[in-house]
């Protein structure tokens, strides 16, 4: 706090949690502030450049061109060399199963990546021809859980390991530019600072003491906002709107979802005309069954595990929300950032199976498929993954604060120093 004194400084609020916040004006290199009630992070000095993040994303773009369409494993099957690649799993995910699982994971495998660099390209030209950025970097703020090149790569490694019981396995030419592409896009997302790229574009003044922040690009308003936040147009209210009716609907839906899921086949194998159907759980136990105990522990956890898990956390949120519990927010809050974290890597199977259904396809003699159940599994984990990020975290902290006013007899929040 005496620190704080000596220099100038600024009070906003967070994000995350609406607690007040004084911070400095300006940090040095390489600070970081954080929140002290809830631990979020406020702000934080990055110096890549524009034109740093425009020259990792030409090399991502260059790497992506080789990584999606050249061979990422090659397999030895009834004597014949199988390649295949992240499109043509795709492909056949579209034509022999069905289109809208195999567009969740071109999204997430595909889309997601590519639209980063694109995204900062088009800022870098945009800005120069002066189009609207606004979605753009709104769209940036969200990419973050869809990018899911570390989640198809630990698929790509269960896939290896299943097929290695049919076939003779290879590397291939494409894997190693795959893995280039996943860690530089880990690199983007880490270092891209966003409050600095809209204050490069959209940039604001300063404000000593802001009553409020915008939920969607963290504008500090100069006064309270009526309906509109003047830099990123989206609509301001001091919460977000339908936030608990999102949730609820969005989970919901996906424990409606994993029962057929979790009941109806996911994969489906042909051998020598015999069919053999494996559900999620089922396949797990095939994998314990023939020796790949530590491939099955991570199946289970990303298929099983994380999928239940992630929604009885959920539901204990929002049921502590909607009862108004007195089970301290901090603790709330660290549930609620663990689910964010977790929920992506429940694609991990829909991945295994695009890959296995690009390089087992014998016609009569082995072929595999996906089931039924596997739009259903993926249909929920995108929902999950939805109601996160429609559950507006500053509900879990509502209920605490009142009760503190109430305690402290005050009509006004604290303001604890950062």
């Known amino acids: 706090m005496s620190t704080l004194s000596k220099m100038e400084t600024k009070s906003i609020r967070c994000q995350e949690c609406d607690n007040l916040v004084t911070l400095p004006l300006a940090l040095k290199r390489g600070e970081d502030a954080y929140c002290p009630q809830c631990q979020a992070k406020l702000a934080s000095y ?30 030895h099957l009834l004597g014949t060399m199988i390649s ?66 570390d989640v198809y790569l630990i698929g790509l490694g269960v896939a290896t390991i299943k097929l290695g019981d049919y076939s003779t396995v290879y590397l291939g030419d494409g894997l190693i530019a795959f893995i280039a592409l996943m860690l530089l896009s880990l690199l983007m997302l ?33 006064t309270m906002p009526s309906s509109h936040c003047p830099r990123c147009k989206s609509c301001y209210l001091a919460r977000q709107p339908m936030s608990l009716q999102k949730t609820w609907a969005a ?30 759980f089922s396949g797990v136990i095939a994998l314990v069954n023939s020796g790949n105990t530590p491939i099955a522990i991570i199946v289970f956890i990303a298929s099983v595990f994380v999928p239940f898990f992630k929604i009885i956390i959920l539901l204990g949120l929002l049921l502590t929300i909607q009862f108004n519990a007195k ?70 902290w509502d209920t605490y604060a009142t009760r503190r006013k109430r305690c402290s007899g005050s009509t006004s929040r604290d303001t604890p120093q950062a």
């Open 190 to 222: 880490i270092n891209i600072n966003m409050d600095q790229l809209w204050q490069q574009f959209y940039p604001q003044k300063e404000v000593k003491n802001s009553p409020a922040t915008c939920h969607a690009c963290h504008y500090h308003f100069k």
């Open 251 to 280: 989970l919901i839906a996906a424990m409606i979802l994993l029962l057929p899921a979790n009941l109806l086949p996911i994969s489906i194998f042909y051998l020598n005309g015999q069919r053999n159907e494996d559900t999620i």
């Open 84 to 149: 295949t690649n992240v499109l043509d799993g795709i492909r056949l995910m579209s034509e022999q199963g069905d289109p809208l699982t195999a567009a969740m994971v071109a999204f997430c495998a595909v889309a997601a990546p590519l639209s980063l660099p694109i995204a900062i390209l088009y800022l870098h030209l945009g800005a120069r021809l002066r189009f609207n950025l606004r979605p753009i970097l709104l769209m940036l703020g969200k990419l973050k859980e869809w990018v899911m090149l």
């Open 327 to 396: 089970i301290h927010p901090l603790l709330r809050m660290k549930l609620y950032r663990f689910v964010s974290w977790i929920g992506r890597w429940s694609m991990l199977d829909l991945f295994v199976i695009g890959l296995m259904m690009s390089l087992i396809n014998r016609d009569q003699l082995m072929t595999f498929t996906m089931g039924p159940a596997a739009f259903y599994f993926g249909t929920a984990v995108i929902l999950t993954i939805l109601a996160v990020e429609w559950l507006d975290s500053r509900l879990l």
């Open 46 to 75: 990055r110096d890549w450049s524009l034109t740093r993040l425009l020259i990792l994303s030409i090399t991502m773009l260059i790497l992506a061109s080789i990584a999606f369409t050249q061979p990422l494993i090659k397999i």
